[in-house]
Structure formats: structure tokens, C-alpha cells
């Protein structure tokens, strides 16, 4: 059995759709429930659930920021030249602007964040295997 399964029955707030609008900015099959947003300040606070061995790619947030509110699983952040992170329940990322960074579940966990995001995101390179598989 996969750990933490039970997170794709949402934790605190439901899973959301099959991201599909942004499959191509990850590696794997992820879900996304926006809770609220505001177009006119280019802001989003959305649910992001990753299924075991899933990641988005690489991305800067510019004019902005991004901060992760860890709420089920287990997960990984890294920011670019810099050891990667393992993230559990509870945990909180601030990812400041212009900064290259990546997260999404470990290999072997279902893992969700909420995810508040001001500003514009930049999508660059994915996560390789051959990346992930070092974390």
C-alpha cells in the first residue's frame, strides 16, 4: 500500500479535478481544487495534490511569490543549487520572487499543499527522473 493514500480523498478540502490545464508543467498526474482567487491582483489560493512519484517542473514565480501550506503526505521542494527539501504535514515554504524552484510528492506518497500565489509563474525544464531520483 502507498503511504499516506488517504490523501487523495483530500485531507481538508477536496482533491479537485485531474490537472489537466497544467499537465504539461508536471512530471505525473496531479489534481487542483481553486479555493480563491482574484485576476485583478494575480492572486490564487489552490489545493494541489500529487499522486506518488509526481512533480511539477522547475518554475520561477515573477512579480510575486508563492507560499506552500503543507497539509497531507509527503513531498519534496528544492530551490535551484540548493539540497532538496522533504516536506510533511504542517510544514510551510515561502518562495520569494524570481526564485527557481520545484515540488511535488515523494516517490512513494501521495502529497498535498495549499498553494498561495501572487504574481506570474514562469514554467521551465521538468524535473528529470535522473533529478529525482537523487532526492
Not at 506518488?52 to 515573477?62: A, D, T
Not at 512513494?108 to 495549499?114: A, I, N
Request: net charge negative; charged share 20%.
Amino acid at each position: 500500500m502507498l503511504k499516506n493514500e488517504e490523501v487523495k480523498n483530500g485531507v481538508i478540502f477536496p482533491i479537485g479535478e485531474k490537472n489537466d490545464a497544467y499537465a504539461h508543467y508536471f512530471v505525473g498526474q496531479s489534481y487542483l481544487n481553486s479555493l480563491a482567487t482574484n485576476p485583478d491582483k494575480s492572486v490564487s489560493v489552490l489545493n494541489v495534490t500529487f499522486e506518488p512519484g509526481c512533480r511539477n517542473n522547475w518554475h520561477i514565480h515573477r512579480g510575486g511569490y508563492q507560499i506552500l501550506l503543507v497539509t497531507g503526505g509527503e513531498g519534496w521542494y528544492q530551490e535551484d543549487g540548493k539540497p532538496a527539501q522533504a516536506l510533511k504535514a504542517g510544514d510551510v515554504i515561502v518562495t520569494n520572487d524570481g526564485v527557481k524552484h520545484w515540488h511535488g510528492a515523494a516517490k512513494d506518497s501521495w502529497f498535498e499543499h495549499l498553494a498561495i500565489t501572487a504574481g506570474t509563474p514562469e514554467w521551465l525544464e521538468p524535473v528529470d527522473d535522473e533529478q529525482y531520483s537523487k532526492v
